[in-house]
């Protein structure tokens, strides 16, 4: 798998019948290794491990419906009475960041109205504050440690 602009995890793998997986630390299971799974492991360890996030407001592949499909958010942080607070959309390393991600994430907060987005493909990182009041969203120079969260 390719190196990533985070820092160093470590991540359990396994193989069977010829295929890979990856432990995923918030599901408690082990998932196919995809390029995108890759990424997701090490920012959710990063979120835990460096920038103070509590695993237990977090989880993946949240279910949403959204004009009535189903759709699932990669991951999602709760705040401690459990409302979303922030929601993390994840692309493989060779995926671009374009403006299609973040028309995605932003359907998404149709639902769950957090009050910050992040989309990252490993490499490039992109956090904003969604401010309600004035309609816009403001980009962050870097993800916010836990604790700084407003």
């Known amino acids: 798998m390719l190196s990533l602009n985070l820092p160093s995890a470590t991540l359990k793998i396994a193989d069977k019948d010829g295929k890979r997986y990856i432990l995923d630390i918030l599901r408690k299971r082990y998932?196919?290794?995809?390029?995108?799974?890759?990424?997701?492991?090490?920012?959710?360890h990063y979120l835990i491990n460096h920038m103070g996030y509590p695993s237990g407001l977090l989880a993946n592949e949240v279910s949403i419906k959204l004009n009535g499909t189903s759709k699932r958010c990669d991951t999602v942080l709760y705040s401690t009475s459990l409302s979303p607070r922030m929601i993390v959309e994840y692309k493989a390393p060779v995926v671009n960041i374009t403006q299609e991600v973040f028309n995605q994430i932003s359907r998404y907060n149709i639902v769950l109205r957090v009050d910050y987005l992040i989309v990252t493909n490993g490499i490039t990182h992109y956090c904003c504050k969604v401010d309600y009041e004035n309609g816009k969203c403001?980009?962050?120079?870097?993800?916010?440690?836990?604790?700084?969260?407003?």
Request: proline share 11%; net charge positive; charged share 20%.
């Open 31 to 44: 998932v196919a290794l995809t390029p995108e799974e890759w990424v997701r492991q090490h920012f959710v």
């Open 138 to 150: 403001t980009f962050l120079p870097s993800v916010p440690h836990y604790s700084k969260l407003r």
